[in-house]
Each structure stands twice: as C-alpha cells, then as structure tokens.
C-alpha cells in the first residue's frame, strides 16, 4: 500500500491564482480530511469526508472547497489564493473517526 | 469555541530521562488521540483513549485519560534521540463525530544524546 499520497510537495502561487491539492489513499478508508498547519498552531481541519458524495466544514473552510467523487480521492481546491493561505497543507484518513494516516503534506506559498 | 493547551511547549532533556506532557480542555471530550510528528513528515497516531481513566501504552509511552475527562497526559520513558518531534493531542469537536477533531498547538521535544 502507499499510503495516503498527497501532490504537489512544494507549491508557489500568486495571489488570486487557483489550484488543486491532490489527495489519494489506497487502504479503502471511508474517512478522509484536510488540515493545515501554521507555527505555534497545530493543525486546523479545513473540510472532512465520510464517505463519496458526503463533505462537511471543519474549522477553517472559507477560501477551501471539496469534492468527494471516489473513496480513493479527496481534493482540495483553493478558490482564489491569499497570502494568508500560506501553510503546509495535510491530507489523512481513518476507517472510522479521527485521522489515523497523514500524507506528507504540501508546503504552499503564496505571494 | 474548544480548545486543547498543551504544556510545555518545548522541552529539551537529556537522552535517558522520562518525559510528561499533558493537555487541558475547559470542555469536557470523549476521546483523546496523541500524535507525533517528525520534522518535515506528517503527524502518526500514537495512542488513543476512550474512557475517563484509561491508561493505555505503547512500547515506552504512555497515555492517560484524566478523570475529568478534561485533561489527557502523555510519558514516554527512557527517552532516546529518535523521540524528538512535535507530540500533539487532539479530540473531537463538540459535534461528537470524531472525524472533527481539534488540535493542541503541540509539545516540541528535543533530546541530546
């Protein structure tokens, strides 16, 4: 198994630009989810997954949507990239419940 | 809203020394999940507790769910180099759906050899 994958690893953007945050697992997991990461912050959940066709809002969702298309899939769109969007971006999911998988996240700047 | 407080924030010890760090919730939660992350990787759940008074470990750590089911507390034992990382807790929102979860802002562990 791979694991959860997450692509880009690096990415730079200007701001008003958009883009896509790949997400993909391969251990059939029904649970996935977005968070970010700022210094001194932890993680932030951005949207989360419980299943295809199922999303929901976590903490910090404005700017961020989702889709759910398949139970392998689960990316991430920024709509319109702000400074304030500049994090490392990570991806997990879980059979049930809290994330129990991380993918190696994605490091954004965006200028 | 909830929030978790992780304390200390920072710790540097010398390898061999046992290491606690806990986390505090004016909230009471249901579930609380340990993690750590290594620089540059994402995070690895580490233990995760479901009942007020469970202590559960995990070769050398070691976690607890308070009493009050307000507070969690994670030891590690015998630290080494590799221990070194970022320890987080986390719980689910007030939701209840554990796929929600908040974070604390994490304990960095340094250790020298």
């Known amino acids: 198994n791979a694991g959860v994958t997450q692509t880009p690893k690096f990415q730079v953007l200007k701001t008003g630009q958009s883009m896509t945050l790949q997400c993909a697992q391969d251990m059939n997991h029904e649970y996935m989810s977005w968070y970010r990461q700022d210094p001194g912050m932890g993680l932030r959940l951005i949207h989360y997954s419980v299943g295809a066709g199922i999303t929901d809002q976590g903490e910090v969702p404005n700017g961020y949507n989702v889709s759910r298309s398949t139970t392998e899939d689960f990316p991430l769109r920024l709509l319109s990239a702000a400074p304030s969007q500049t994090s490392v971006y990570f991806c997990?999911?879980?059979?049930?419940?809290?994330?129990?998988?991380f993918g190696p996240g994605t490091r954004l700047l965006v200028l | 809203g909830q929030q978790l407080n992780q304390s200390p924030q920072s710790m540097f010890i010398q390898e061999g020394e046992d290491v606690s760090m806990n986390c505090t919730s004016s909230s009471i939660f249901n579930t609380w999940l340990w993690y750590k992350q290594d620089p540059g990787e994402g995070p690895v759940l580490l233990i995760a507790l479901y009942k007020a008074g469970e202590l559960t470990s995990n070769g050398r750590l070691t976690a607890q769910f308070g009493i009050t089911r307000k507070d969690s507390f994670l030891n590690i034992s015998a630290s080494i180099p590799s221990d070194v990382g970022i320890y987080f807790c986390a719980g689910p929102t007030l939701s209840g759906n554990t796929g929600k979860l908040i974070f604390g802002q994490g304990t960095t562990l340094q250790v020298k050899p």
């Open positions: 997990a999911s879980s059979y049930t419940g809290g994330p129990k998988y």
